[in-house]
């Protein structure tokens, strides 16, 4: 019987799930880093399953292409808001994604950002680029994360793991959002409050629900507008979330500080706004960018193949 084929969508995709792959299936990589929505569409029929690698997005279009031997979809992240889950499931392909595994180097990076942006690094940091030397007792100041209400925006995972790593921080309060107070929330001893609440009262506020239809563009001038003037923004979960525009605006003259992992476009043009503001930090969607992180996504991805391949539930089905 021959192998099952399966589609790899870039040559820079982590070896431990490669290795599970090629165990079991005939495989084929895209020879490219980051492949171009041409190249995949041009390799992807007759396929049985796909390995996403990056976020390209999963349509009619792309199902249609694939074929009737598409079986099964994995995509390498915890979002899949690049994927039509409900056109995937009405075909009667598994698809599935991987939390979980990265929730940890999420946090981290949420924890970087929230101090980078609170001790002003990026601005320290250009003004010795620029030869400036003045300092002094008032030089720089910035925010105490000691003491402070951090608010989250989505307790999910993700929310979850940056509440847990803050604890030696001697937080003041933890508050968060969404759409119902949660048990986990209760053991960590974090407050459920009103949207309204959230943004009144977070010394820092950390984003990270998921991108969906109500989450899209929600961070608008008059979301901003109630925001502290003293407050930290961040966004470790997609760009799209909020309205460039409006946090350019914010950052100008109502908050005091963001700290970005994900933006809106993405990768940021060098000659953006955003990257001219001194009061944001921005890295280009790293939260997850660590070795093991990545092969323990990749190894997940791939076993989530394997086991709709093989008719077993997905490790993460969607
Ligand atoms: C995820 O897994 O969703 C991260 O943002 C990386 O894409």
Redesign the pocket.
Known sequence: MSLPRVLVTSNATPTPGIDLLQAKCNVTIIPAIVSTREQVLQALPGHDAVFLA??HVVNNEFLDIAGPNLKVVS??????DHLDVPEIKKRGIKVG???MV?SAA?AEMAVLLMLSAARRVHEGRTKLDQGETRSGPQWLLGQDLRGSTVGIFGLGNIGQAVVKRLTGFEVGRFIYTGHSRKKAGDELGATFVSLDELLQQSDFLVISAPLTNETKGFFNDSVFDKMKKTSIFVN???GQIVNTDSLVRALRDKIFAAGL??TDPEPLPPDHELLKLPNAVIVP?L???TIKTRND?STIAAQNILNGLEGKPLIYPL
Request: proline share 4%; charged share 10%; hydrophobic share 35%.
């Open positions: 990056s976020h995509t390498m992240s915890a979002g899949y994604h991987t939390p990265l999420v470790i979960s997609r992992d994900v969607h939260g997850s960018a996504m």
